[in-house]
């Protein structure tokens, strides 16, 4: 089972950037597909980004496309979350999962992260 933990997280002003990353354990990274997610005080775990294996195929949730992207760098275990024009509404803990098999519309994952406290101010 490969373990994961996000780091990165911290205070920002809206419109500023932040790149997250999750660094994962074991030799098998390069073959999980990866996501992040994210969850508001008092509001369900959101989808927000997914990447497959080599990095070719990558599905964001509307609410973010255009202003996050999704990489990962299989030679180091990691997968990144570059959030740029950050807006309020992004305050959240994020954390980042693994699965084995790619499947944008799925959000069963098999490992999660502990996740990391990102939040905007206005």
């Known amino acids: 089972q490969v373990q994961l933990v996000e780091s990165g997280g911290g205070l920002v002003q809206a419109g500023g950037s932040l790149r997250l990353s999750c660094a994962a354990s074991?030799?098998?990274?390069?073959?999980?597909?990866m996501g992040w997610f994210r969850q508001a005080p008092g509001q369900q775990r959101e989808f927000v980004a997914t990447i497959n294996r080599d990095g070719g195929s990558t599905v964001y949730s509307d609410s973010v496309k255009g202003r996050f992207t999704i990489s990962r760098d299989n030679a180091k275990s990691t997968v990144y979350l570059q959030m740029n024009n950050l807006k309020p509404e992004d305050t959240a803990v994020y954390y980042c999962?693994?699965?084995?098999?790619?499947?944008?519309?799925?959000?069963?994952?098999?490992?999660w992260g502990q996740g990391t406290q990102v939040t905007v101010s206005s």
């Open positions: 999962a693994a699965r084995r098999i790619y499947a944008p519309t799925s959000r069963v994952y098999d490992a």
């Open positions: 074991g030799r098998t990274f390069s073959s999980y597909a």
